[in-house]
Every structure is written in structure tokens, then in C-alpha cells.
């Protein structure tokens, strides 16, 4: 499928259907551990994609992620396919070029669109995340506050750089759970489960009962908080005693 053009009446006609070079480069960093996902998502911003659309449906195949392949299902909104990411959610898959998508499903028709509208339909589908080449030979997998910054067409804010969490992440979650007096410290960690984990040091001898409610609010005033809605992609809590 190298070289073949789009379809005339396309708006992008003309596109060859070749990756854009910084999303190339961006994902053959990412592959080899020099670069992040932070600069895939990036270097998509005001790009093409192609979205796949399938005649037939069938089961999808596979998503290599972490160097592993998760076999995927399938689920379809007018042909277009959505994959079962490794952690359970519905996903767009979208490529980078044809041969992207060759590699993934030869039969499948290329719907070249821009990425923020591409984000977009993903929001309104209710899939929450992207999956970018998932046929290798990079496969990045877009969470969720990314796929909503490109789809307002913002630059993304990782919750967490390097082994460290945003400062303005950090600063809200210790916000929301201020209000708590079963609560004496507080800090926000790069998670194991989840991207982020809260590390709540609670007063000792809580019965049960009251450290169900105490959760229960903690829960529901980070759920509340604009800031860790759109920037963190999943939170994971961890209990200590003072």
C-alpha cells in the first residue's frame, strides 16, 4: 500500500498516505525509550490519522503494548472499529500511514482525517482512549486526558513526568481531601495500577465504618475536582497509619 493515494474527493487529496515525519520520529523515539509519549502526542497534534473501516467485521487481532500482545475485540459504530485496550477500555484505533494499517489489517479502507476530529468522535463514542499504529511496529496507546486535549485541540499536560507528579496535580489532590480530619498527610506518587496513587495517612483507630465514609468522600472530592478530571487518567489509593 505504499505510495496509494486517497480518494479524490478526500480533502486530503494528495496525501500519499506516508506518516507525517515528526510522528514518525516521535514514535521511533518512544520505541526506543528516547523519547515519551508526551512527544507522540505531541507531534499528532494538527496531523492527519487514518481511521479503518472494515466492510466485514471481525475480530480485530492484537495491540502490542509493554511488549506484550493483548488480543482485542471488536466493536463497530458505522464500520469503524474500536479495539479492547490491555486495561479493558474501548479505543479508536487510528494510523499514522497506510502501510500502519496494512501492517494491522490489509482489508481495511483508510479514513484519513484530522487527529482532533478523530479525538473528537472518540469523546463522543464514549472511548476513552486511542490506540496509534496498532499493528507496530511502535503502537502508542493515548489515555484519556490526552484524547481529550486534542480533541480541544490543547497541548497535553502529562499527570506525571518522570518519576515525579505534576506539581499542579499534587497541589489539587491535596486541595480536594484538605477538609478531612480522619486525614493527616497527604501525597500523590507516580501509581503501579494507576497513573497516579494518593498516599493518605489517616488518624489510627478508624472502625470500619468510618473509614468506609472517610473513602467514600475522598473518592467522590477527587472525582469532583476539575483539575484531576482532566489530567489524571486513573488514581489508585493507598492507606497508611499515623
Given at each position: 500500500?505504499?505510495?496509494?493515494?486517497?480518494?479524490?474527493?478526500?480533502?486530503?487529496?494528495g496525501d500519499d498516505g506516508t506518516a507525517d515525519p515528526r510522528v514518525a520520529a516521535a514514535l521511533a523515539g518512544y520505541g526506543a525509550g528516547t523519547g515519551t509519549l508526551a512527544d507522540v502526542v505531541a507531534a499528532l497534534a494538527g496531523t492527519r490519522v487514518l481511521v479503518p473501516v472494515l466492510a466485514e467485521l471481525e475480530v480485530a487481532g492484537t495491540v502490542v503494548h509493554g511488549g506484550h500482545e493483548h488480543t482485542?475485540?471488536?466493536?463497530?459504530?458505522?464500520?469503524i472499529v474500536a479495539l479492547q485496550a490491555p486495561d479493558g477500555r474501548t479505543a479508536l484505533p487510528v494510523f499514522t500511514s497506510t502501510d500502519a494499517l496494512a501492517?494491522?489489517?490489509?482489508?481495511?479502507?483508510?479514513?484519513?482525517t484530522d487527529v482532533e476530529r478523530a479525538?473528537?468522535?472518540?469523546?463522543?463514542?464514549?472511548?476513552?482512549?486511542?490506540?496509534?499504529?496498532?499493528?507496530?511496529p511502535v503502537t502508542a496507546l493515548v489515555p484519556r486526558p490526552a484524547?481529550?486535549?486534542?480533541?480541544?485541540?490543547?497541548?497535553?499536560?502529562p499527570a506525571v513526568v518522570g518519576d515525579r507528579v505534576d506539581d499542579d496535580v499534587r497541589a489539587a489532590v491535596v486541595a480536594a481531601v484538605r477538609s478531612f480530619p480522619e486525614i493527616v498527610g497527604v501525597d500523590a506518587l507516580p501509581g503501579a495500577r494507576?497513573?497516579?496513587?494518593?498516599?493518605?495517612?489517616?488518624?489510627?483507630?478508624?472502625?470500619?465504618?468510618?473509614?468506609?465514609?472517610?473513602?467514600?468522600?475522598?473518592?467522590?472530592?477527587?472525582?469532583?475536582?476539575?483539575?484531576?478530571?482532566?489530567?489524571?487518567?486513573?488514581?489508585?489509593?493507598?492507606?497508611?497509619?499515623?
Open positions: 500500500m505504499a505510495g496509494r493515494e486517497l480518494p479524490p474527493t478526500s480533502p486530503f487529496a482485542v475485540d471488536k466493536e463497530a459504530s458505522a464500520g501492517r494491522w489489517r490489509s482489508q481495511a479502507r483508510p479514513v484519513p479525538a473528537l468522535s472518540a469523546v463522543q463514542e464514549g472511548w476513552e482512549v486511542m490506540v496509534v499504529d496498532a499493528g507496530g484524547v481529550w486535549a486534542l480533541a480541544q485541540g490543547h497541548a497535553w499536560r494507576a497513573e497516579v496513587a494518593i498516599v493518605l495517612t489517616l488518624v489510627a483507630g478508624l472502625d470500619r465504618v468510618r473509614l468506609d465514609a472517610v473513602l467514600a468522600g475522598v473518592n467522590g472530592a477527587l472525582a469532583a475536582d476539575g483539575t484531576i478530571a482532566a489530567r489524571v487518567d486513573g488514581l489508585e489509593l493507598r492507606l497508611r497509619a499515623a
